[in-house]
Structure formats: C-alpha cells, structure tokens
C-alpha cells in the first residue's frame, strides 16, 4: 500500500499513521480523504434510514464547487500576470527615480566641491580599487552596481533612503519572471509547463503572496501553489484544528511545504492582524505582510470577512468572494437580513440573482470606500447556488468620490408588470474648463425618478437597493481569460465548456451600453482600468415567459423578440444568470409596445381573458388598432429643407424613455443571430447554461468540525 511520501495518483489509497485515505485528484492537486466520505447530500436522508456506511465530513469537501476553482484558477493566473508586468513598471520606475535622486545629490556636491577650488578642475573624482580616478560615467555605473548588489537584488535599506518601493526582487528578475509566466502558461505545446513534480513552473522574481482565508482541505491553496506559474507565497488558513491536520497532510503529500503555509486561527482576526502588525515590528526593515490575492469562500455570507479583507490587501490587490446564502441576496424572504448583511433590500423579479450580485458588490464597495479604497468589479457571475465575484481593490480618494453615483436605487414593479426605474444616489458631472481640461463635478441626484405607481400598469412598485449600479465584468479579464482558456488543459480543468460558455455569455452582456468598455486588444495593459464614472445604464434582463403571463398570452420564442428590437435598432444579449434572459437598451415602454404587437399580430387575447384593473388590462389599453403605414417610418429633417424626408436612423434609449411608434417585425432570422447562439464555438461544445448533471447537485451540509 503507498505511504505518504508516494507519488500522488487519482483513486490512491494511503496509509498514514494507521489509518487509510482514498486520493481524490483536482485540476493538479491530490487530497485525501477518509473512505467513504460523504461527498453529496442527499435531502430524503432524514426521511428514509441513513446509510451507516457514509462518513459525515470533518473537513468540509464539496465537489459540485470544481468549477468555482477552476475559474478561480485560470482568474488569479490572468490577474497574475497582470500584477507582475505592473510591478515590473514599478520597480523600473522606482529605480530611475533613485537614480535620479542620487545624481542630484552628486551634482550638488561636485559643485560644492568646485566653489572650494579643487586642483583638477572643480569635479572631485572618486578612485576606483586600483587607484585609479574615475569618470564620472563610470562612477555613476560603480553606485548602480552598489546600490543593486552583485546578485542583482535591490538593497532594502538603500532602496528605503530614497524612498523607493520596497519590491521582493530586482525588477530584471520580475522580467525573467514574466517571461517564465507566460511561457509556463501557454507552453510550447499549448499546455501548462509543470516540473517533474507536477508543479507549474515558478521563478525567482518578487513574491505573489495569496491568502486561502477559509481553505478547509486545502485544495484551493494546492491549486494555486501547482497551477499558477508565479514564485507564490500562500497561507492557508482555518480555526478548525481538524482542518489544519488534514491541510498539512495534503501538502506534505503533495509535496508543496516551501509554497504553502498552513495556519490555524480566526481568518478575521489573521487579516486584521496582516494589515495592523506590532509597533515594534516597523522600522527600515519593515517589509509589509499583506497580501496580493485574498479568496474568501466561507459556509454562507462573507459579509463579515469582507472589512477585514480589504485592508489585509495590498494596493491594487484581487479579493476574491463567493457568498452561498442566495436565499438572503437573491429573495425578499429575509430581507431584513439582506439589509443587515449587505446594505440594501432584494429585488423581486426573475432578475433577483443579477440583483443580489451588486447588493454583494454595493457592499464591498462601501466597506472599501471607508478606507480611501475604490473597486472595480473584474467577473461577477451568478453559478448554481452561489455567487462568485472578482474584485480588484486600488488606493485613490479621487475614485472612490465617483461611488455615490455609481450606487442606485431600484424602484421595481413587481406585483404588477416587472417594469423598473434605476434612481442614482449621485451624479458625477463631467465640466470643461477654458483650457480644455476637465474634472468631474459630484452633486446629489434628483429624486425620484419614477412616480409611486407604475407607468406601464399602474400597480405599486417597491424599493430594492442602494445597490451598484457600475459594469459588473472586466472586459479586458474576460477575454484574456477565453484566451487563455482556449490552451488550457481539459484534462486539468474539466469544466472548461462551461467556463468559455458562461464567460463569453458575461462578455456579451456588456455589448448593450452606449459606451462600451476597453477591451483587451485596445490597450498595452494585460487588464485595463475601467474608468471610475462608468455607470451601466441596463443593470437588467427580463424574461419574455414572464411578461406573457402578464398579458395572458402565449408566450414567443426569444428569437421573435430579439429580433423585433434589432429591427428597431437596438442592442440585444442574454444574461449569464438564466436562460431565456434578455439584455437590451430599449425602454421598459418599447418592450411592451413590442408584447402588446405580439399580442395584436400573433396572439389575439380572448374577450374576457384579461380583467379590468389588472396589469396586462392596462397594459393593453394603449394597444394600436392597426399597423404603421411606411411613410410612418420616416421622418423629416428639421432645417431650411424640412421636405425632405429619410429614414429615421435607429438611436439608442435611455431607461424611462418613452419609445416613439415604429414598425414592429418579429424577425426571427435576425434574432436568431447564428453567430452569436451557436453552441459549436472553434469545433468545441459550449455550455452556456448547464443543466444539474446529476441528482442533489447543491449546497452540503457544513461540516461537524471533528473527527
């Protein structure tokens, strides 16, 4: 029987001090787990006579949550790579304003010197270990190599007197490292290089440290440690002592002591500690413990980590956050709790897991805003039970001023028609100055902007929110991911038809703003800054099943309403979080004038079907009696020529405008749009919403916390 100091291998068993372990493989990393494990749950259990032969956990251990992983994986190696070509800028930058700094006091000093007289000219000349004087180029060569050292490494105590950034290694080795980053993730053959252990190729260069706040196993922190080709520093931590036996289990076996550090305590209180270290502890030779990547996926809501997290990051650091208590952000069931945990109320509608996303955003941003920090949501996604979001946290008291008019209130119909309003807490007001230069002016938004009743069907609507009201992904992140994607391994990520599914859906949603966000290619940046007042004006997707119920009809296929609004000019997508979902930019008032045209031109209501003083009775009343003519199409230019006419040129809408008649054409061809619903993308299958591959796919029970 293998020993602990085997090589891993997927469906090994172990023996260790006594006891026997089934190896369960993940991506590039083995755990073990004692036989018979529970590793689903089934709901009937307490019903029926429970199967004594199953184990409860000791150690929590779901693996419906692979593709959370994965995903998480193939994000901090993007964001990975990113943060070393900035630190590389930024050592490079910080070295020449040293260099600078020391030139100056140079000059200073030779012409001190010269005002003294000296006999060769006014330029006092050092010697060089033979004796010799030297030139003033070849001295400035001479302080270089001592300020960096013969090994290359930048001087701390140097670096710290002119004020550089203290960096963990010189800024060629941060080169050498990039080169080996990316090298270790495409590879000659397409693939993930690895050693002869399994373990992605690492480099020398300045350390990326990762905190795995709640790891449990550990399998997130073994992951990361074989999978990202950085030189990571990674602390796994967990309060359960049961947990921390079997994490140093799983890295000794694993082979990953010198990546990983296990460590046991309340992950609140190890952040804060991070942020806030001893007094005694500062001086020259401070180097800062915080961390570059912070991943919290605790048992429920990580409301209470998130404060703690922030200021456990440093500048410019990824916080990673997964929050399983749907039934809290995405349900008005609790909503007295939602407010407690997040800062806001739900929303009510098919839209509520969209919704509960930027309540869980709207709160890490407030917490951060405390702090002088601002966010900027990198991936936000909505999968199975949970929410998994992608933030990335930066210094800048200038950003975090443009929060309150990102920050919305949602005024929702949502016993009536499912209409809705957004109202901006504030409004970031660009102004031009005479030299052309402009600044933003910050005021408070007019409110409200919708009446207390619907303006679609009259019936009562209810707030939802403060909630963020900013882009939700990085586009620039999502398509590097795909990129990347596209050479990873499938045998090591084996949800990748899912991830390329439900990430080339999230970058789609962001195709229906007027102004669309920086992508990739667009900029020398790996992932580009969004800028800080971008606000996205159609937070929302709706479902054309739902508003047939509103108006009793039979219900058309999505092809026939994408197809009608592209034929009047508008964008048209689907949401990630369900399908059948609809992102647009036309108004709630074109939508339904398209319904009421189904209604009129498809599907006849019977006399009788809808009820006076309902939603779709009202609704209905401002259908047309008959078609548009073509001259009806057009539209005349106003000027000195106001006879000649054109056709209207489609413009883009604003939420709560009112939508002028246009011919309504149920398109299905254009709706349908090959290109785009295609599930054949590069020959490979994708899976834009993945059905439950199995029964009791879902949340586990938390585990018991002992042996």
Same mark, same amino acid.
């Given at each position: 029987m293998a020993t602990i100091s085997s090589k891993p291998a997927a469906g090994q068993t172990i023996e260790h001090e006594g006891k026997i372990y089934d190896t369960v493989r993940e991506g590039q990393a083995y755990i073990l787990i004692p036989p018979n494990t529970q590793i689903h749950v089934n709901p009937q259990a307490k019903a029926a006579k429970a199967d004594d032969t199953v184990k409860a956990q000791s150690v929590f251990y779901n693996p419906i949550q692979q593709f959370n992983r994965d995903l998480s994986v193939l994000s901090i190696k993007t964001f990975g790579e990113d943060w070393l070509k900035r630190k590389l800028v930024s050592n490079e930058r910080s070295k020449a304003r040293g260099e600078r700094r020391r030139s100056k006091k140079r000059? $200073?000093?030779?012409?001190?010197? +010269?005002?003294?007289?000296?006999?060769?000219?006014?330029?006092?000349?050092?010697?060089?270990?033979?004796?010799?004087?030297?030139?003033?180029?070849?001295?400035?060569?001479?302080?270089i190599g001592a300020v960096e050292g013969v090994d290359g490494t930048v001087n701390e105590q140097e670096a710290f007197e002119n004020g550089a950034e203290q960096a963990d290694g010189h800024a060629e080795a941060a080169g050498d490292c990039e080169e080996t980053a990316q090298g270790a993730a495409h590879g000659e053959n397409g693939r993930a290089e690895t050693t002869q252990n399994g373990q992605a190729a690492t480099c020398a260069g300045p350390k990326f440290r990762i905190l795995d706040a709640l790891s449990a196993t550990g399998l997130r922190a073994l992951r990361y440690a074989q999978e990202i080709p950085?030189?990571?520093?990674?602390?796994?931590?967990?309060?359960?002592?049961?947990?921390?036996?079997?994490?140093?289990?799983?890295?000794?076996?694993?082979?990953?002591?010198?990546?990983?550090?296990?460590?046991?305590?309340?992950? *609140? +209180?190890h952040? /804060?500690?991070?942020? /806030?270290?001893?007094?005694?502890?500062?001086?020259?030779?401070?180097?800062?413990?915080?961390?570059?990547? *912070?991943?919290?996926?605790?048992?429920?809501?990580?409301?209470?980590? $998130?404060?703690?997290?922030?200021?456990?990051?440093?500048?410019?650091?990824? =916080?990673?956050?997964?929050?399983?208590?749907?039934?809290?952000w995405a349900s008005t069931g609790y909503c007295e709790k939602t407010y407690a945990l997040y800062g806001g109320m739900p929303i009510k509608g098919p839209h509520m897991h969209e919704?509960?996303?930027?309540?869980?955003?709207?709160?890490?941003?407030?917490?951060?805003?405390?702090?002088?920090?601002?966010?900027?949501?990198?991936?936000? =996604?909505?999968?199975?039970f949970y929410a998994r979001v992608f933030i990335r946290v930066q210094r800048s008291a200038a950003?975090?001023?443009?929060?309150?008019?990102?920050?919305?209130?949602? /005024? +929702?119909?949502?016993?009536?028609?499912?209409?809705?309003?957004?109202?901006?807490?504030?409004?970031?007001?660009?102004?031009?100055?005479?030299?052309?230069?402009f600044h933003f002016k910050h005021t408070i938004?007019?409110?409200?902007?919708?009446?207390?009743?619907?303006?679609?069907?009259?019936?009562?609507?209810? *707030?939802?929110?403060?909630?963020?009201?900013?882009? *939700?992904?990085?586009?620039?992140? $999502?398509?590097?991911?795909?990129?990347d994607l596209s050479n990873a391994d499938p045998e090591v990520y084996q949800t990748t038809p899912r991830i390329e599914g439900m990430l080339s859906t999230a970058l789609d949603e962001l195709s229906i703003n007027e102004d669309p966000l920086p992508h990739r290619?667009?900029?020398?940046?790996?992932?580009?800054?969004?800028?800080?007042?971008?606000?996205?004006?159609?937070?929302?997707?709706?479902?054309?099943s739902t508003l047939s119920k509103v108006l009793h009809c039979i219900a058309p296929g999505d092809a026939a309403i994408k197809g009608a609004l592209r034929h009047a000019g508008y964008h048209v997508t689907r949401s990630h979080c369900q399908p059948g979902s609809i992102k647009t930019n036309a108004s709630w008032a074109v939508i339904w004038e398209v319904m009421r045209e189904w209604v009129r031109q498809r599907s006849p209501i019977k006399e009788g079907k809808l009820k006076e003083g309902t939603a779709g009775w009202e609704i209905m009343k401002k259908a047309r009696k008959e078609d548009i003519p073509e001259e009806n199409g057009k539209e005349k230019v106003p000027g000195e020529t106001p006879e000649i006419v054109v056709d209207v040129e489609p413009r883009r809408k604003v939420p709560g405008e009112v939508g002028r008649q246009f011919k309504v054409v149920f398109d299905e061809k254009l709706g349908r749009d090959p290109e785009r619903d295609s599930r054949l993308k590069g020959g490979r299958k994708v899976v834009r919403y993945q059905m439950n591959p199995r029964e009791n796919w879902g949340p586990m029970t938390k585990a018991k916390g002992s042996a």
């Open positions: 000059k $200073i000093a030779d012409t001190k010197d +010269g005002e003294d007289g000296d006999e060769d000219g006014g330029v006092k000349l050092r010697k060089a270990d033979d004796g010799s004087a030297l030139d003033p180029e070849e001295e400035t060569n001479a302080r950085l030189n990571t520093s990674i602390i796994a931590n967990d309060m359960n002592p049961n947990a921390i036996k079997s994490m140093k289990l799983n890295i000794e076996h694993n082979k990953l002591s010198s990546s990983i550090t296990p460590n046991l305590g309340d992950a *609140i +209180g952040m /804060y500690q991070v942020a /806030y270290p001893p007094t005694n502890s500062h001086g020259p030779q401070h180097v800062s413990r915080k961390y570059d990547v *912070i991943d919290l996926d605790p048992y429920g809501s990580a409301a209470p980590f $998130i404060d703690a997290a922030l200021q456990a990051l440093n500048d410019g650091g990824l =916080l990673c956050v997964t929050c399983t208590d749907a039934g809290v919704g509960g996303l930027r309540l869980i955003i709207s709160s890490i941003a407030s917490a951060a805003a405390r702090h002088g920090l601002a966010i900027e949501p990198l991936l936000s =996604l909505n999968i199975d950003d975090v001023k443009f929060l309150a008019g990102k920050t919305m209130l949602v /005024y +929702g119909c949502d016993h009536g028609c499912g209409a809705w309003n957004t109202n901006m807490l504030g409004r970031n007001t660009k102004q031009t100055s005479k030299n052309s230069a938004a007019q409110a409200p902007s919708a009446d207390r009743l619907c303006d679609h069907c009259k019936s009562k609507t209810h *707030i939802a929110g403060p909630m963020w009201g900013g882009p *939700i992904h990085n586009a620039a992140f $999502i398509e590097k991911i795909l990129s290619f667009e900029s020398s940046e790996i992932i580009p800054k969004i800028p800080a007042e971008t606000v996205d004006s159609f937070p929302f997707f709706f479902n054309v």
